[in-house]
């Protein structure tokens, strides 16, 4: 009986090793909301959000193992503003993705994006698939795509340069995309959709930017718990990068994306700094997003 008992917990244990070390990458909030839609058939919209969730958080994106602790905290919001057939929808897509800070409880924005050209077509209970290779849905596609885009976020945070191979995985569904009648996938259309992401992530002139994703995430605000003023000169320092490519590509999305998710935490970052400091960022910044230099200057007005 002994044995019997011992061996139970043995494969307990094993199994609760495996699950734990074997999880995937992502742990997402998925909301669909439709308040816009009159319809008495709202169940439609549940079992959409059930499954956009399954399909995000069980999928392996990578190769990588990933304990449960380790998984990449996101968030999606499908905003349905209209239903123009049974099975079609319209609306937009609020991805938000974050990343925790080393030895303290605070995680930071990687990403804020709201994208609004966002149609698709769903029937309910539908299952969802998806192929590298080919173009499904657009639905899995634009799903997939951020899946690609945050991971790739995530990974240009801790190493240099770190997410490419998940930025290529992203372009490769923009490829796909091409022959789709659905918008948000071609260049022609505007300078701040998918296409773009993908374009400005992948191309050398922002290499810059990326690489100061790295020294801010990693070199800064990682060593800010122990090394507060080696850590925001760090950040200090990687800003001043950006500059330049703004000069280059100005108004690119990518640089837009950046400073819609790290604003806020520079004003908290650079609010305690020396004046010389506040007035470096403060010419980084109002230089690159002049839309919120009313936030920006609460830096200069605090103590």
């Known amino acids: 009986m002994n044995r019997k008992i011992t061996y139970i917990v043995i494969v307990f244990i094993f199994m609760f090793c495996k699950t734990n070390i074997y999880s995937q990458e992502l742990y997402c909030n998925v909301q669909v909301v439709a308040q816009q839609i009159q319809t008495t058939e709202k169940r439609v919209f549940e079992t959409m959000q059930n499954a956009i969730t399954e399909f995000i958080n069980a999928r392996n994106w990578t190769n990588y193992s990933y304990t449960v602790d380790e998984r990449i905290e996101c968030s999606i919001l499908i905003n349905i503003t209209d239903r123009p057939s049974h099975e079609s929808f319209k609306g937009t897509i609020q991805i938000q993705a974050k990343r925790p800070v080393y030895n303290s409880s605070y995680s930071t924005m990687l990403l804020n994006h709201i ?12 299952s969802l698939d998806f192929s590298e290779n080919a173009n499904l849905s657009n639905l899995t596609s634009t799903i997939a795509f951020y899946a690609y885009i945050i991971i790739g976020l995530d990974f240009d945070s801790f190493s240099p340069l770190g997410g490419e191979s998940f930025f290529t995985k992203a372009q490769n569904i ?95 970052i650079f609010s305690k700094a020396t004046p010389q400091d506040k007035s470096r960022i403060l010419k980084v910044v109002n230089e690159i997003d002049p839309s919120n230099a009313s936030k920006y200057k609460t830096i200069t007005d605090s103590k």
């Not at 994208?115 to 539908?126: G, I, R």
């Open 115 to 126: 994208d609004k050209d966002f149609t698709f077509n769903y029937a309910e209970n539908q």
């Open 174 to 268: 923009v490829n796909l995309a091409q022959s789709s009648s659905d918008a948000g996938w071609k260049a022609y259309e505007n300078n701040k959709n998918r296409y773009w992401v993908c374009e400005n992530l992948l191309n050398p002139i922002f290499k810059p930017l990326r690489q100061a994703s790295y020294s801010y995430h990693r070199q800064g605000l990682d060593i800010m718990y122990d090394k507060l003023e080696p850590g925001r000169n760090k950040i200090l320092e990687a800003l001043e990068l950006l500059p330049k490519v703004n000069r280059e590509k100005p108004g690119s999305i990518l640089m837009q994306q950046f400073f819609n998710a790290k604003s806020d935490e520079i004003v908290s």
